[in-house]
């Protein structure tokens, strides 16, 4: 199935009076990875969930396949776009298999007749996000890392292939962190799902991203692949940080050495 | 002292008031309180005249208008009592739990003394005034005690919401008890309903005096813990960090809470909301700071149950509408209004 | 720790494939093994509630100060005339039982109904004014316009509705937060209260009865022409709470997992509102707010459901068996005779205090 094209056109966007975001274009590169960054209060967040029909745009329209994603049905909708918010509630003592078939809501009707479709997509799920020791566990007794997986996979049963996840590593610590990174570039790599991600850490967005999307104020600063983008001028304009941009030696990939006031060196140059 | 002076209140008001507003402030409500207390002598379902007035002070009750000042002038006192207990007890509890939702009706406490109050009369037979303070404050130490505990269950501790639905629910379950107490005793029902709607009519002086030593002691706590309650504000470890013992400053203000609003539950039934408006009001006039708040809100809340008081008896000519009643129907739109400003995080 | 689905078109490449199809099929057997189990353990569990609760009719039918046997019972139902019993039966317990049924499963639907869609198990419409609204207009009704009998449920109904729509509107500010909702509901509730207590004041002797019911709840003196109302309302507001269930059940996950599922969060939110709401109303014109009914019926059926799905119709038949058999007792069990209402008020408080310890010891929260 091709990836679908995911468009954001003249968005304005807000909550109550204030505006966060004004006329913002973008288009989010389909089949690949591409993350959201910028510093606190930048409107990434806030972007993320305009993409996702979850903030009513006061102006301008994002498109999927060409059509308005906030015209359309929301099952219909679900059943092409799947979203991970920040903070989900897991239901007391639900198990992992449950949660993971919550997923399977957009295709099922009103009474919730399991399918065949239903279940493989519910197994494979749970294959992809290596959880399936876990399925019968209470999603409660998981750690941090193992939970986050679970998410992921609830949001992969839906069978969407576009997935948007707002701050999916934040209150991980760094090895799962990693773990889940590596699971959607699985995820991305080999079913060719588009993951447009808001993530924190410049620097594993700017490892594990094809695609880099810097915000601030609300409006895009920079954007396009990582090493084009991530120079030591663009940190500063985004972040306001002094830092220093080298290659990666493990991955090539930009790393950004930020310079503080304490512990530099005196000619650490540019 | 940066910290303090720098910091805004709970209403967003800094916290140092120039002094001189704040005395100005002081000042006019000890006014206001002088205006309605002659006030509440004066006005009511028959009218009387100032040369009455000042014979039924001074004790003359020659004809029917003095008779009638000489009646109102210990429900006067008793609203101001009541008043002032009530609007101290709120604002300590508002302290003392960090919740701008804070008040004895709300958090469960007036339906505990109500409780019982009950309990005395039908079992124990209690009959006197310094009877039914002691099991109205006993009764409210223990709701008081119940409600937060249950409130600090679970995740977040004692947040404004689950103090507010632990206080309802446990209201809702006391007043059932109280019914069911109550409703096979046929003889005592009347009077347990009429006090039970909360007011200050019938009022003697006999009824007035064993509140006094009450309020002056929960007074006398809470100004002593003013300080202590000021950074407690800023949260229990950073108060520890600045010296305070913040176990016993919050037990030590919560029994004087208790105290105040168990003697008045007493004396005049429940009333609520007092606790909850006379805080906020005080707080846009005189800041933050405990000292000053604290005796403002006693101030406060005794004009308010008195101005309560006189509106009750004039709306509702030849009757009176008893001063719970009016209370509440004042004091839940402002509680509305205050939740509906604040952001839902701060709940 | 990574996994790739892989399958190459080696011989040992074609094994893996197969091994892995093996597994796969494996997996949706285990997790349609477990389904199907927790379907069946559900299916007993409401088999099992709806059994007691016919006890408990039969019951209440048969027992009292005079005791009747199933026999006489059904000939009564059937509309035969019996000695004693067509009017014992007929015209007191008939009716009376009838109106239990109906309100405690109207009151059990709606109050977990709400407690789901809140997601907080104190937010019961008990707690935050719904039924405190419906009470106050019947008490006003009676009392000051002095009318009585179905004129008296639409009062309830309308104020109902309204005061569910103010606190609403009160709570609106870009989307109704369960927080803000809960506690403009208990300051709405207080205000009631206040004016159910003004209404008191000026009953006379003979209409203070009647008030009471109004305050605690009481099965005395039902009779068809308010059980009617209910017993539509909870035919048709029933099934519309029912459809519900599955976003209702998603809205547990939190607003944006569950709009991101498909679910039309506002949507859902007014139309479980105003279906619970209209449920309390009618059941709360024919028989006054019986306490706790609402609040308990919830948490009592979580416990016995768990995890084995939606928990809204055990609720209502637990909702029904807490009416059942409090009026029973209150009736017959204690010295005096006490209304349904103080029955469920007093057990309610002890169970509050179960239900807070528990909560705590699983960690979860309020």
Known sequence: MPPRELIVAGLRVGYGERTIIDGLELRIPPGGITCIVGPNACGKSTLLRSMSRLLHPKAGQVLLDGRDIHRMQPKALAKILGLLPQNPIAPEGITVADLVGRGRQPHQGLFARWSKDDDAAVAEALEVTNTVELADRPVDELSGGQRQRVWIAMALAQGTETLLLDEPTTFLDVSHQLDVLDLLTDLNRQRGTTVVMVLHDLNLAARYSDHLIALRDGSIRAQGKPEDILTAQVVHEVFGLQCQVIADPSTLKPLILPAGRHHMLEHAGA | ?347 | MNTSISGTATQPGVQAATIVRQERAALIQRLRGARNQRSKQRRIIIAVLSLLVLAMIVLSLCLGQTNYSPAQVWQVIQGHKVPGASFTVGTLRLPRTAIALIAGLSFGLAGASFQTLLRNPLASPDVIGISTGASAAAAFAIVILSLSGTVVSVFAIVAGLLIATLIYLLAYKGGAAGTRLILVGIGVAAMLESLISWVLTQAGQWDLQEATRWLTGSLNGSSWGETMPALIALCVLGPVLLSQTRHLDSLQMGDDTAAALGTRVERTRILVIMAAVGLISFATAATGPIAFVAFLSGPIASRIIGARGSKLIPAGLIGALLVLVADFAGQYLLGTRFPVGVITGVLGAPYLVYLIIRTNRAGGSL
């Open chain 2, 1 to 347: 002292m940066n910290a303090v002076a720098t910091r805004r209140g709970v209403a967003g008001a800094p916290l140092r008031q120039p002094r001189r507003r704040r005395l100005f402030w002081l000042v006019m409500a000890i006014l206001i309180v002088l205006v309605l207390a002659v006030g509440s002598v004066s006005i009511g379902a028959r009218h009387v005249a100032p040369s009455d007035i000042w014979a039924g002070f001074l004790g003359h009750s020659d004809n029917v208008p003095q008779a009638a000042v000489v009646k109102r002038v210990p429900r006067t006192v008793l609203a101001l009592v009541i008043g002032a207990a009530l609007g101290l007890s709120g604002a300590i509890m508002q302290a003392v739990t960090r919740n701008p939702l804070a008040d004895p009706s709300i958090l469960g406490v007036n339906m505990g003394a109500s409780l019982a109050v009950v309990m005395g009369i039908t079992w124990f037979g209690i009959s006197t005034a310094h009877g039914y303070i002691w099991a109205a404050i006993l009764g409210a130490a223990i709701a008081a005690v119940f409600v937060y505990v249950v409130g600090s269950m679970g995740r977040g501790g004692a947040t404004p919401l689950k103090l507010a639905l632990a206080g309802a629910a446990t209201s809702a379950a006391l007043a059932s008890l109280v019914t069911a107490i109550s409703l096979p005793r046929a003889d005592l029902a009347d009077i347990i309903r009429s006090w039970q709607i909360g007011g200050v009519g019938g009022a003697t002086f006999a009824n007035v005096a064993p509140l006094l030593p009450f309020l002056a002691v929960g007074l006398a706590i809470a100004i002593g813990s003013a300080n202590a309650l000021n950074s407690l504000a800023l949260g229990d470890e950073l108060a520890a960090g600045l010296g305070e013992k913040v176990m016993a400053v919050r037990a030590v203000s919560a029994l004087a809470a208790v105290i105040l609003c168990g003697a008045a539950t007493a004396m005049a039934g429940p009333i609520g909301f007092v606790g909850l408006v006379v805080p906020h009001m005080c707080r846009l006039l005189v800041g933050v700071d405990q000292r000053w708040l604290l005796p403002f809100s006693a101030l406060a809340g005794a004009g308010l149950l008195v101005l309560s008081d006189i509106i009750g008896r004039v709306v509702a000519r030849p009757g009176e509408l008893d001063v719970g009643i009016l209370t509440a129907l004042i004091g839940a739109p402002v509680f509305i209004i205050i939740v509906r400003r604040s952001k839902v995080r701060e709940l």
